[in-house]
């Protein structure tokens, strides 16, 4: 259809035919890869002020006295790069201390605003600072190459890891010789991870397996426990009935920037675009709406599904869906191997996010 042409029974003036992440195929260049390791926008406005520790959990009032420490001893000249002007100056000893910390911490105890708290507090411009998950790190040395990676990163202040992953041993060798390299550029570290498949109390403590799987990298980190109520025993969130094909199709021709496609057209167009550009293939759009949901087929378009759900979550942008509910997405079998903490994580976001397009349908 055309821009000017309306969905059956709606007004043409209204009604704006709807894009299609399929006919999107970004190519991002690297200094975007990299200007983009900023908090994601829903952390924009977090600040360690805007935490509200557990009056019951003393650990969560000291972790925010000790990451304030933290940042505030992270500033000077190389904070701002006039230590790299000086003529005859040798490489900076390294300061004393870890340059390292681990939020150590189960699910809901707001790793993640504390870390994106940090990235903000450290004095030193959004340039010489990077923050980013596990996944958007792999990412930017698959696009950059590991060295071209290690020379971009090196004139930073601080690089933030959130959900450092540790069920993928080559992934996880990858990401600490970057990191090694990093450190000795002077380069300091902040991580939370997710823990190990099959680990007695998955989800809460993981320091013994984030300082073993990083093994040489242990020394340079501290890790900081946070204690907090464990939400696991909620288990799966319960997906909105998802709408029938024609409520989906009507909704996005009646909502400014929203795309429309066909689920397994989706899985699809995702296996010809790097990971990486994930962000990009979502630039400016204010809704996505998908018909004809199904499970999904296997595991490496699985792992995919979870970057972009991870990308949508970043950017609040709503999506709104027919066909299965989200809970119904991945297999027994898939939530019950090692990845399933992705596979759950990714059914929390879109399932919040199909709460937030509700309001998308006429009703």
């Known amino acids: 259809m055309s821009s000017s042409t309306a969905f059956p029974g709606q007004s043409p003036l209204a009604e704006t035919a709807p894009l299609s992440l399929c006919a999107r195929e970004p190519h991002v260049p690297a200094d975007r890869l990299v200007a983009e390791m900023v908090p994601p926008p829903r952390f924009d406005s977090v600040r360690f002020d805007t935490y509200v520790p557990d009056p019951n959990q003393p650990s969560q009032s000291e972790a925010v006295t000790v990451l304030a420490g933290f940042a505030a001893g992270l500033g000077g000249a190389h904070a701002t790069g006039a230590g790299r002007r000086r003529w005859f100056s040798k490489k900076p000893a390294a300061p004393a201390g870890p340059r390292g910390v681990y939020l150590d911490g189960g699910y809901g105890v707001g790793k993640t605003h504390l870390l994106a708290s940090l990235w903000h507090a ?17 990412n930017l040395v698959g696009a950059l190459g590991f060295q071209q990676t290690v020379r971009t990163l090196s004139g930073h202040r601080l690089l933030c890891i959130d959900e450092f992953e540790l069920d993928d041993p080559g992934d996880t060798v990858l990401v600490s010789s970057l990191l090694s390299r990093l450190v000795e550029a002077g380069v300091a570290l902040a991580a939370t991870s997710n823990t190990l498949p099959g680990k007695l109390g998955e989800g809460r403590f993981a320091a013994a397996d984030f300082l073993r799987e990083i093994q040489g990298l242990s020394a340079h980190f ?5 204690d907090g109520e464990d939400y696991r ?4 969130p319960e997906a909105p009935v998802p709408y029938d094909d024609e409520q989906v199709t009507r909704a996005a021709y009646a909502t400014p920037g929203a795309s429309l496609d066909d689920f397994p057209g989706l899985l699809d167009h995702l296996a010809r ?19 004809g949901v199904t499970a999904v087929p296997d595991q490496s378009t699985a792992l995919r599904l979870v970057v972009l759900a991870d990308r949508l979550y970043d950017r609040e942008v709503p999506v709104l869906a027919s066909g299965l509910p989200f ?14 903490k992705k596979y759950f994580r990714a059914i929390s976001r879109l399932t ?12």
């Open 233 to 236: 025993h909620r288990g799966l």
């Open 352 to 363: 919040a996010l199909a709460r937030d397009a509700k309001g998308l349908v006429a009703q």
């Open 122 to 138: 450290t004095p030193a411009e959004p340039s010489l600072k990077a923050f980013g998950t596990f996944v958007e790190l792999t």
């Open 222 to 226: 501290r890790p900081l426990r946070i």
């Open 273 to 291: 675009v790097h990971p990486s550009r994930y962000g990009a293939l979502t630039d400016d759009i204010g809704a996505v709406c998908l018909t």
């Open 327 to 340: 809970d119904r997405l991945f297999s027994d079998e898939m939530l019950n191997g090692g990845y399933r």
